[in-house]
């Protein structure tokens, strides 16, 4: 069983910078993908970053540049560094981690970015 731990969202003003980490509890074993997803209200939810074990790390195009995804496998932790954010950053981030055929996601936590 995997469980997820969001922690680092907040309050920021444009421009400024904000870490979110996910901690993975339970084994990593297995993990190929460990990610970072968002939700702003009114609108779906939408990838913002993901590392493929072994593979590649893709980033939204809104976020290239600015966010930059990471992983500490000693901490069982993902981070999502974001930097020069921006109002239409605001949102609900969602941590998700895939381990063989089953998703996992966190609780997700609140980014809000004041103009």
């Known amino acids: 069983q995997v469980q997820l731990v969001e922690s680092g969202g907040g309050l920021v003003q444009a421009g400024g910078s904000l870490r979110v980490s996910c901690a993975v509890s339970g084994s990593i074993f297995g993990i190929n993908v460990m990610g970072w997803y968002r939700q702003a209200p009114g609108k779906p939810r939408e990838l913002v970053a993901r590392i493929t074990i072994g593979g590649p790390i893709n980033y939204a195009d809104s976020v290239k540049g600015r966010f930059t995804i990471s992983r500490d496998n000693a901490k069982k932790t993902v981070y999502l560094q974001m930097n020069s954010l921006k109002p239409e950053d605001t949102a609900v981030y969602y941590c998700?981690?895939?381990?063989?055929?089953?998703?996992?996601w966190g609780q997700g936590t609140q980014v809000t970015v004041s103009s």
């Open positions: 998700l981690i895939v381990r063989g055929p089953q998703d996992y």
